[in-house]
């Protein structure tokens, strides 16, 4: 049995599985979109690429300096370019942005993650 996700879980954590408006990660599953960043992977608000923004990315602007060096960004069930204003804002952060369809970012990202990179993620859940 897959324990409930309650919100934020400290720590790396590799992306297990995906889909069904979902993610499971650390023997948890959560319902909804995540930000797996380097002090651990919390629930996002974003439903939608259209609520990829620089406000909603906000904590990981919090954590970016000397953490973070690339974002893959789940934009869905499919890639999407994102605004020029986000991405120049990220990269006066001094973080990468790499968009592309949220299965391709999750696992991406986990593999990112076991080579130690200072790598997050944006993930909005797909059905």
Do not use: N, Q
Request: hydrophobic letters at 50%.
């Amino acid at each position: 049995m897959t324990a409930k996700y309650s919100g934020f879980l400290p720590g790396k954590h590799a992306i297990e599985g995906y889909g069904a408006g979902g993610f499971r990660f650390a023997g948890m599953s959560h319902r909804g979109s995540i930000l797996a960043l380097p002090s651990g992977i919390r629930a996002w608000e974003a439903v939608a690429f259209e609520d990829i923004t620089i406000s909603s990315l906000a904590p990981v602007f919090a954590e970016a300096r000397g953490e973070i060096e690339h974002l893959l960004i789940g934009t869905g069930t499919e890639l999407r370019p994102l605004a020029r204003s986000l991405r120049e804002g990220l990269r006066a952060a001094g973080i990468r942005a790499e968009p592309m369809a949220t299965a391709a970012a999750a696992r991406t990202y986990s593999v990112l993650l076991a080579e130690d990179r200072r790598v997050a993620a944006a993930l909005v859940a797909v059905a």
